[in-house]
Nanobody, 124 residues
Framework: QVQLVESGGGSVQAGGSLRVSCAAS?????????MAWFRQAPGKEREFVAA????????VYADSVKDRFTLSRESAENSGYLQMNSLKPEDTAIYYC????????????????WGQGTQVTVSS
């Protein structure tokens, strides 16, 4: 089992920055192959934000966040970090960290483990 705990959400004005973190723990944490972030705004479906292949550190991003968000990982800490810059009101959502013992996927239901989510609110 892998446990994921997000932290670092909060409120910021448009144009500001936040960093959300995801700490992985548990017996299978070191075999995690991909970590991803999804987000869900009120009344909307959950959408893919970014993913990272754990071993290689290679990343993919949704078009809506490309060039504004950066996903990284610190293997020694089993933690992933989503740096969010130039935030927009439409980035407001609950952000969920996910892990998968396979390559990354754009489909949230294909992930094996989920965190509890952290709220990000961007005001105009």
């Amino acid at each position: 089992q892998v446990q994921l705990v997000e932290s670092g959400g909060g409120s910021v004005q448009a144009g500001g920055s936040l960093r959300v973190s995801c700490a992985a723990s548990g017996s299978a944490s070191r075999s995690t192959y991909a970590m991803a972030w999804f987000r869900q705004a009120p009344g909307k479906e959950r959408e893919f934000v970014a993913a990272i292949r754990w071993a290689a550190g290679s990343t993919v991003y949704a078009d809506s966040v490309k060039d504004r968000f950066t996903l990284s990982r610190e293997s020694a800490e089993n933690s992933g970090y989503l740096q969010m810059n130039s935030l927009k009101p439409e980035d407001t959502a609950i952000y969920y960290c996910n892990a998968r013992i396979q390559t990354y996927s754009y489909t949230s239901t294909l992930y094996d483990y989920w965190g509890q989510g952290t709220q990000v609110t961007v005001s105009s």
